[in-house]
Nanobody, 124 residues
Framework: QVQLVESGGGLVQAGGSLRLSCAAS????????MAWFRQAPGKRRAFVAA????????FYTESVNGRFTISRDNDKNMVYLQMESLKPEDTAVYFC?????????????????WGQGTQVTVSS
């Protein structure tokens, strides 16, 4: 069982930056692939970025590639999403998720544990 708690969301102007954090419980954090998903108003939840358990592999959806960076600190049971050059279309609730996969799956069904989400709003 893994419990995930996101933080760091807020309101930011277009072009600004935010760093999201996700705190995970459990003693085997490094064995989980971790990801960030987001859900914009009226849309389905969508993949943003993922990182493998050891942290050696990452994968991003094309729209955030080069602007967002996912990282993790396995000693602290934390995963982060650094978001730069934010755009109004990045506005969404952002969710942290954990998967037993040894890869970096961009598919929602691969993730067993989910946080409650944190709101990110980017104003134009």
């Amino acid at each position: 069982q893994v419990q995930l708690v996101e933080s760091g969301g807020g309101l930011v102007q277009a072009g600004g930056s935010l760093r999201l954090s996700c705190a995970a419980s459990g003693h085997t954090f490094s064995s989980y692939a971790m990801a960030w998903f987001r859900q914009a108003p009226g849309k389905r939840r969508a993949f943003v970025a993922a990182i493998s358990g050891p942290g050696g592999s990452t994968f991003y959806t094309e729209s955030v590639n080069g602007r967002f960076t996912i990282s993790r600190d396995n000693d602290k049971n934390m995963v982060y999403l650094q978001m730069e050059s934010l755009k109004p279309e990045d506005t969404a609730v952002y969710f942290c998720a954990a998967s037993y996969s040894e890869d970096v799956p961009p598919v929602e069904s691969e993730y067993k544990y989910w946080g409650q989400g944190t709101q990110v709003t980017v104003s134009s």
